[in-house]
């Protein structure tokens, strides 16, 4: 029924902020009438993302196409941003996009490392709270069985990606489901160059069901919780 599309690595290097013109124009107008096409309302995500923050020159060219782009239809966070190879250059991009999201009240999706993952989410959440982010806005995307016992005693949203190789398989995201349970906790998939599937989505529920998880709580994890979390935005339109 709804899609949210995040900004990331398109798979190889952007030489100039015009090709993020482009691509932001891309995904509010091209990507949103191709889903309406389809009956899909689409809503994005947009941010100079973790891998390219280590091009000095280019974010500092890029931070003013985000701002520009964040306040336009369909924008419904900031997103992603976050940490790639750990580096105070990407650090220096996620502290500009958490003040941009805190100038317009919107909320952000964050992006954790693949490598050292463990470090990546403590200095992630140093760095959030340093910037006095409300939890209630902030989600932190690409949770790991490492990652999830940090956010004890917090209120941030969590976020898993199931995604062979690289992230979660759809057997390892029911465990945690099982260990940890739904509260603040999202899912999602992807389809993009690497061995992704688009469907494991709907292959977590199924393995849910047959865990005997109830129908009830598995909706809360695949759709109220993410209309709860990107519903925060002003942008956001999608009527259940």
Known sequence: EAVVEPAFWLG????????FVDYFELM??????????????????????????????LTRDVLPVVERF?????????????????????????????????????????HLPHQFKKQGTERTLRVVADEQMNPDRVLLDHNTEETMPLYAGT??????????????????????????GVDRLLVNSACDWGPSDPLNVPKLVRELLRRNLSRDLIEQLVFRNPIAFFGQSDRWTFRP
Not at 31 to 49: D, L, P, W
Not at 82 to 98: M, P, S, V
């Open 12 to 19: 190889a290097p952007r030489t100039n902020a015009g090709t």
């Open 70 to 110: 964040c306040r336009r239809e369909t924008v419904v966070a900031i997103g992603e941003i976050g940490f790639d190879r750990q580096t105070d250059e990407e650090e220096a991009a996620i502290r500009a996009q958490l003040k941009l999201a805190k100038r317009f009240d919107m909320p952000v999706l964050v």
């Open 28 to 57: 509010i107008t091209w990507e949103t009438q191709r889903a309406k096409n389809y009956g899909i309302e689409h809503f994005t995500c947009i941010a100079m993302n973790p891998r390219e923050a280590n091009n000095v020159p």
């Open 155 to 180: 209120k941030y949203w969590r976020g898993m990606s199931i995604y062979p190789v690289t992230k979660l398989s759809v057997e390892r995201a029911a465990n945690i489901v099982e260990q940890y």
